[in-house]
């Protein structure tokens, strides 16, 4: 019976036919911890001013009226940064949180639970279009993004003002769950983004050209869908927030809003580029770019509150850049990468070491040597040995046991040859 075993190259070409992947080297976190407590002490610094201010936007709402406004802010910057970090920038957040804030007021006579529904259900229709055209034509997120931005904006021009809104003013209580509740969604899904097995999973999106197929449609389709749906959440928030007592209709600006939420986005850390982003980063942007504009109205500057925004984006180019530089591997990371994984290093075969041997047993080889070729006293004649042979003679390695009495072996007896007797 013969037995075939493979040959090395057939190892080599079902190794080869395998998709193996290096994992990309771990994204450096430190940058974003420094970057974000340094937005958290100018945001801290901002908030300070904005409080020993006389008039203005904050000496007439004070926190409530912070709070009111900085709920739907941070909303709309996390759906701006879900979208940054699966590579499908969503530009629409302004124009679906305006749908939601239309189709929540005008609904507002039917009660607080349909209204609800109705403005959230629109921003979802909304993500679904957005979230088909990223990833069925593998549309790029800002040209899809503008598409149904432009359709909203379209439809709102024609629609006129929705009913009055028939709702009571948001409490409070509901103003601080609604802040809190941003900005727990925010810190949570900041600290999802950073886990390394999450960041793997992206990278493919990050990786491949626009346009071609990345194996990760679930992946954007959840996110863009996400995007939208935290785009309406900001939009009822605004609209409820916001509403005065007479019932008029305050709706958001779509073009404002998006200015400030991707700005935020940006410049809370979240990468241009996809996949890298911070944890409390967009909040903290949130409340500068807030806290800001309020400054500003307070001190009578005379510029528009959008040129914040916008410069907020250009700002955010160069934290993304910062991002970027500080994340890129080193070369000796990018060789071990590269190299680790290979078979080939398996089946390298090192040259044995040498055996070292010892001195201390040169001398019992040697006589080891010369008892099998039979020039030492103590060769054997068939299976006894010979009579007179010395079993010590070979190594005289023990001697001194040899030559000791074998009684006590302690008062130094010497046994003479010759003599056959002790000695003392």
Request: overall charge negative; hydrophobic content about 50%; proline content about 5%.
């Amino acid at each position: 019976m013969k037995f075939e075993t493979p040959s090395r190259s057939d190892d080599r070409d079902s190794t080869s036919s395998l998709d193996v992947y290096s994992d990309p080297p771990s994204d450096r976190m430190a940058v974003h911890v420094v970057w974000e407590i340094g937005l958290l002490l100018l945001a801290g610094g901002v908030l300070f001013a904005l409080t020993r201010a006389s008039s203005g936007p904050f000496a007439e709402g004070s926190w409530n009226g912070l709070m009111a406004a900085l709920a739907p802010l941070v909303l709309a910057a996390t759906a701006a940064a879900v979208s940054l970090r699966v590579g499908a920038i969503n530009l629409a957040v302004g124009p679906i949180a305006l749908l939601s804030a239309w189709m929540f007021i005008d609904a507002s006579s039917s009660g607080t639970v349909v209204s609800i529904g109705m403005g959230l259900g629109a921003a979802v229709f909304a993500g679904v279009v957005l979230a088909t055209l990223c990833t069925w034509l593998r549309v790029p997120g800002w040209a899809a993004s503008g598409a149904v931005g432009g359709a909203i904006g379209l439809w709102a021009g024609t629609s006129g003002d929705p009913a009055a809104f028939m709702l009571a003013e948001l409490p409070t209580t509901g103003v601080v769950a609604a802040v809190a509740a941003g900005v727990g969604l925010s810190v949570f899904l900041g600290l999802v983004g950073s886990f390394t097995g999450v960041r793997t999973r992206l990278a493919p999106i990050r990786d491949t050209p626009v346009g071609e197929r990345h194996g990760r449609g679930g992946l954007v389709f959840f996110g863009t869908l996400l995007s939208a749906a935290l785009a309406g959440a900001a939009g009822v928030t605004a609209a409820w927030a916001g509403a005065p007592a007479q019932g008029a209709a305050a709706l958001p600006d779509p073009i404002l809003m998006s200015v400030l939420a991707v700005g935020a986005a940006l410049l809370g850390g979240t990468s241009l580029l996809g996949r890298r982003g911070g944890v409390c980063g967009t909040v903290f942007a949130s409340t500068l770019l807030l806290a800001f504009m309020w400054l500003a109205e307070s001190r009578g500057w005379s510029f528009d509150a959008g040129w914040i925004g916008l410069g907020a984006i250009v700002a955010g180019f160069l934290v993304t850049r910062l991002v970027e530089a500080m994340n890129t591997p080193d070369e000796a990371d990018v060789a071990s990468s590269s190299r680790a994984g290979e078979v080939s290093d398996l089946r390298e075969d090192e040259p044995a070491a040498p055996q070292e041997r010892d001195e201390l047993y040169e001398e019992y080889d040697e006589d080891l040597a010369a008892v099998g070729s039979g020039g030492d006293p103590w060769a054997t004649t068939g299976s006894m040995p010979r009579v007179g042979a010395d079993p010590f003679g070979a190594s005289g390695a023990f001697d001194d046991l040899r030559q000791t009495h074998p009684g006590d072996g302690y008062d130094g007896a010497r046994y003479d040859d010759a003599d056959r007797r002790y000695l003392r």
